[in-house]
DNA sequence: GGACAATTCTTTACGTCATAAGGGTATCAG
DNA sequence: CTGATACCCTTATGACGTAAAGAATTGTCC
């Protein structure tokens, strides 16, 4: 709470050992530990080891793994671009946000696995909403319009993450054995859920295509929304 | 994998006692765990406790807690329609789809933490998938873009539903609250993020208007591209 | 300089978790 | 009846978050 929106305060000088670490610095490797080791190693334990410290120590600076989640969370976010050119129009702008936000999260899938359920929200992550929530005010459209577009958006994208980071849609090779397993499994599946066949992508398909049609489709509906405004 | 797509194959007489549980009963007692107690009461223990076992007895029937989540998440999905009636149009239809999943996941919170990074999907989460496809086939729209408009949809509710579940969307107390955190820790916050500022929801705001526009926003972009087809 | 209080860390401990593995008992087939 | 198999319980292990006690370090005041 006060750590999300403190930022790093100069610290007052106060009897005791100097600290030898910081809650910037934890943050830091706990990110770390996330990005190499994936959300599943994360532990105060390991973030501790990655500094030369214990587990317990961290518990100077953090009142929690849960908090420390929160804090990691929007530090990663700082990440992003906080503003964009909409001189080309708004379309543009948005689908460069939705770029960005995309290669985010493929950068760092443990974002992906970060409860929305936390008590507040932090500065980085308030800077990316208003940056979108700024291109999407210059359609023209209200603000409960804009709340609606704005939550498509974040979805999808989030979706879109999750499924290139979970399902490695990426990896053809990775698609083929779990056809394989499917065929093994279920065998008649083609008879039972023909309109699922229908629709299989090919072996050879763009990977971020399901991407850039959804996005179509969503800025489609978008531009409906503001031509009825 | 077997076990999800095996069904309630009638046991083959074999040495040893008689199996006082099975699979289903095990996926049954670990829903009801998931439904009252959250996620994360979800243990071996805790559902071996609600069948009057032990938590290891469930290694008889299930190789692990991850396959019985598995089970679970397909499992749950069988309450779902499969076919909808596409008589009024699609766009009827795809709103009814929308609608019973919200409404599912809103019954089932926990199936949103569900990893969807599983090695195989379900025949229930297919028969799911399939009524969808089957309404979308009928647009006229072509496989690919039938594909990025189920990922935008199912992308849609989850996140829907995730909001609703995580942020008590619909529960103005809570969102009363998460103000009051937000102007204690970061004062100044209305001149940072205007933009933010101008599209917050007024305190009265229904609760599921940001889905019904979400929704309307979609499938206006649906519309546009089956006018493109 | 010494006493006191506060602080930074380590260590020990606890309860919880998933699951490996051994052992006792029940059942079936020959 | 014997041998093999299966259903469970029990014991154990390693990992986790975190409470709490203790040792060492630092700043302030007299």
Chains 1, 2 share one sequence.
Not at 7 to 23: D, F, I, N, T, Y
Not at 95 to 109: D, M, Q
Not at 209 to 220: P, R
Request: glycine share 12%.
């Amino acid at each position: 709470m006060a750590l999300l929106w403190g930022g790093g305060e100069p610290g007052e000088v106060r009897p005791g050992p100097k600290p030898g670490l910081s809650v910037d610095v934890i943050v830091e490797a706990a990110i770390e530990v996330a990005d190499t080791e994936g959300m599943a190693a994360l532990s105060m334990r390991r973030v501790g080891e990655r500094l030369g410290r214990t587990g317990m120590a961290l518990y100077t600076y953090v009142p929690g793994k849960a908090e420390l989640i929160d804090l990691m969370y929007d530090r990663a976010l700082a990440e992003l671009p906080a503003e964009y050119d909409v001189g080309a129009g708004w379309r543009p702008a948005v689908a460069s946000w939705a770029g960005h936000l995309l290669r985010f999260y493929l950068r760092h899938p443990w974002m992906l696995q970060v409860s929305q359920a936390r008590p507040v929200a932090g500065p980085n992550e308030f800077a990316v909403l208003e940056g979108l929530v700024a291109i999407l005010r210059g359609t023209g459209l209200g603000p409960r319009r804009v709340r609606g577009v704005v939550a498509l958006l974040f979805d999808f994208v989030r979706g879109a993450a999750r499924t290139c980071a979970e399902t490695g849609a990426a990896d053809g090779e990775r698609r083929r054995a779990r056809s394989l397993l499917l065929e093994q499994a279920a065998p008649g599946f083609t008879a039972r859920f023909p309109m699922v066949t229908w629709a299989e992508p090919a072996a050879d398909e763009p990977a971020g295509e399901t991407f850039t049609l959804g996005l179509h489709v969503l800025l489609d509906g978008v531009e409906a929304a503001v031509r009825e405004t």
